[in-house]
């Protein structure tokens, strides 16, 4: 098998504060994670901001200029710029930040779809700030809005204009078909990076007969001309992680997508999470990618062409 990425999802813009101490916030929190994520083997950082005062998400550039120097002079690792944001923020917001910065990754969804995240209000007995808990209880009505002409929007912008490569985020079986379509277009060039994301309420389960019938559905619609990689939210992180491993795809890992490192143990870090990992798919016989191996097999432009 090829050498396995993993990439580590640091913040992202789904949990709050009060779920975990340990979630990372301000600047220096983000950078500092960052960085010791990367030294424990994570070969690409999935980057969302923050808020620093309170951890709301943010799509200020500012609040991003605050730590990615940190990180690129920290470690070597990719960095990989969401543009989802989060659902509350129109495209230019998203795009404000990666417009600016000119990363060698952004992640892109391929999709519009409900994205319900109140089923964690009732894990939630104490609220730090006065944002949480209404932020969560209005995505019973919420939906994460993009369409085709959203999605060859950040095709054009961060792709054609500024080079960058993408992970394209894939909810569900039809987001494969929509990825086909601007292939079919020629808004894409291989190889493709493809994150199957599982356990969002308004996505897939996780599942292992899903994954299967994904990786199947790839096979004939890519070929060769593919990489995958799964995050699966919450306790299914690392048994879905697993089992990509060992069908021969990359792995995400981080507090974006779990706050755990165990039943009922919060993790302490991103870093803990990636080491959890590398000692299982290294167990099965996979090599962790460096970041320089990585921009090889994904054809990224190089870190040196970022505007950080």
């Keep these: 098998m090829s050498k396995i990425i993993i990439t580590c999802a640091i913040t992202g813009a789904i949990h709050v504060p009060s779920q975990s101490p340990h979630l990372p916030v301000t600047p220096d929190q983000i950078a500092d994670q960052a960085i010791e994520a990367a030294g424990a083997g994570a070969t690409i950082l999935h980057l969302h901001a923050r ?58 969804n391929m999709g ?56 394209f985020e894939c909810y569900d079986i039809g987001h494969l078909t929509m990825l086909r379509h601007f292939i079919d277009r020629g808004a894409i060039q291989p190889p493709y990076f493809i994150q199957f994301v599982f356990g969002v309420l308004g996505g897939m389960a996780a599942e292992p007969d899903t994954l299967t019938h994904l990786k199947r559905t790839a096979d004939r619609l890519f070929g060769s001309d593919y990489l995958f990689s799964v995050l699966a939210a919450g306790r299914a992180q690392v048994p879905m992680a697993a089992m990509a491993a060992a069908m021969g795809g990359h792995v995400r890992v981080g507090l974006e997508d779990s706050l755990w490192i165990g039943k009922g143990q919060l993790a302490r870090s991103n870093a803990e999470q990636v080491r959890l990992i590398r000692g299982i798919v290294e167990g099965l016989g996979r090599e962790v990618a460096t970041a320089d191996e990585a921009r090889a097999m994904l054809g990224l432009k190089g870190r040196t062409e970022v505007a950080f």
């Design 51 to 108: 808020r620093p005062a309170d951890g709301h998400p943010s799509a200020d550039p500012d609040h991003w200029a605050a730590f990615l120097p940190r990180i690129h002079a920290g470690c070597d690792a990719v960095v990989n710029m969401t543009t989802g944001g989060s659902a509350i923020m129109t495209l230019d917001q998203r795009l404000a930040a990666p417009r600016r910065f000119a990363p060698e990754m952004c992640s892109l």
């Design 112 to 167: 519009t779809m409900n994205f319900a995240l109140y089923p964690m209000i009732g894990r939630i007995t104490d609220w730090k700030h006065d944002w949480e808990r209404p932020f969560l209880e209005a995505t019973d009505d919420l939906v994460f809005k993009n369409t085709p002409r959203d999605i060859a929007t950040v095709l054009h912008e961060m792709g054609t204009l500024r080079g960058a490569r993408f992970e």
